[in-house]
């Protein structure tokens, strides 16, 4: 089955311990992005990469960390996390940058 | 920057009544506009995908029209469910690369179904 998947789905840390969301995919998609979802402020972009090795900051990069060493994955890192940082992300996949985007079930972190 | 406005935030409606939903958007540099369907605590789940140089898409009870000179898509929804139920969202996807290509969300219409 054509899916996005990240790990975990849920997340309770503390402040400063580092962490990592997965995201794989299995679709053979050259673009992948992360968002973050927050009440009121809807969803947003922190990171995005366009293929093996090229990566790049979206709207809301600070505190996060990327690497795209393989194409079917692409980690959220979290070197020092804060409570700010406390929301609900989203790994995506598209084909390409101008084609159908696929969203993971989503990661909920709780940063205490 | 692209701003992505959906109304109206939240709708009722009773079982089997047809329905639209309107998304407008600031920025007509776009690649794409895409309806989601999100589910309470769930990821998103695409519905359609319009590109910039079409007009409409079908898929079942479902059609979306896109306007790019205006700045607009509706959503329609025939013969409601309460399985439809959700909150939809739009999302237009930027054709500049400034912006990382970024898909650009509304803040989304929260439908209630009523049986």
């Known amino acids: 089955e054509a899916q996005v998947t990240q790990n975990p789905r849920y997340l309770i840390t503390v402040t400063g311990k580092k962490l990592t969301v997965t995201c794989s995919q299995n679709?053979?998609?050259?673009?992948m992005s992360w968002y973050r979802q927050d009440p009121g402020l809807g969803l947003r972009q922190i990171y995005y990469?366009?293929?093996?090795?090229?990566?790049d900051k979206g709207d809301v990069p600070e505190g996060y960390k990327v690497s795209r060493k393989e194409k079917r994955n692409f980690p959220l890192i979290l070197e020092s996390p804060s409570p700010n940082q406390t929301s609900l992300y989203f790994c995506?996949?598209?084909?390409?940058?101008?084609?159908?985007?696929?969203f993971g079930q989503g990661t909920r972190l709780t940063v205490v | 920057k692209q701003e992505v406005t959906q109304i109206p935030a939240a709708l009722s409606v009773p079982e089997g009544e047809n329905l639209v939903l309107n998304c407008s958007f600031t920025?007509?540099?776009?690649?794409?506009l895409q309806w989601f369907r999100q589910d309470p605590g769930k990821g998103l789940t695409s519905l359609l995908l319009?590109?910039?140089?079409?007009r409409e898409q079908t898929s079942g009870r479902l059609n979306a029209s896109l306007d790019k000179s205006s700045g607009r898509s509706t959503l329609y929804i025939a013969a409601s469910q309460p399985g439809d139920s959700a909150t939809y969202l739009c999302?237009?996807?930027?054709?500049?690369?400034?912006?990382?290509?970024?898909?650009?969300f509304g803040k989304g219409t929260s439908l209630l179904v009523t049986p």
């Open positions: 995506a996949s598209s084909f390409r940058r101008n084609t159908e985007a696929f």
């Open positions: 999302a237009a996807r930027s054709s500049n690369s400034n912006s990382g290509y970024a898909l650009n």
């Open positions: 990469s366009m293929n093996v090795e090229v990566t």
């Open positions: 679709m053979n998609h050259e673009y």
């Open positions: 319009i590109q910039s140089s079409q």
């Open positions: 920025d007509s540099a776009i690649y794409n």
